[in-house]
């Protein structure tokens, strides 16, 4: 089992920067893939972007490109999401995801962190 933990959510005014943590615990020796995704109140969830555990190799949705970086450490099993140029578009609840599985599909979800960008 794994457990994630998200944090660095809160308000900030639009051109502002935040960066989330998600702090994996557990069988993190078994992760493959590690992700975020994020839901605004009445939308679907979006793939915000991943990164391949091992290779470090990474993707960022159009949406967030140039804005939003993932990085990860794999010392401390914790994944990043650096948000610069914020937008109120951005404001959503921000979920991250780790797969364990040999698909890479998405095994195990953190509990979310809102963030919200005031116009």
């Known amino acids: 089992q794994v457990q994630l933990v998200e944090s660095g959510g809160g308000l900030v005014q639009a051109g502002g920067s935040l960066r989330l943590s998600c702090a994996a615990s557990?069988?993190?020796?078994?992760?493959?893939?590690m992700g975020w995704f994020r839901q605004a109140p009445g939308k679907e969830r979006e793939f915000v972007g991943d990164i391949n555990w091992s290779t470090g190799s990474t993707y960022h949705t159009e949406s967030v490109k140039g804005r939003f970086t993932i990085s990860r450490d794999n010392a401390k099993n914790t994944l990043y999401l650096q948000m610069n140029s914020l937008k109120p578009e951005d404001t959503a609840a921000y979920y991250c995801a780790l797969s364990t599985r040999p698909d890479l599909a998405f095994d195990y979800w953190g509990q979310g962190t809102q963030v919200t960008v005031s116009s």
């Open positions: 557990g069988r993190t020796f078994t992760t493959r893939r």
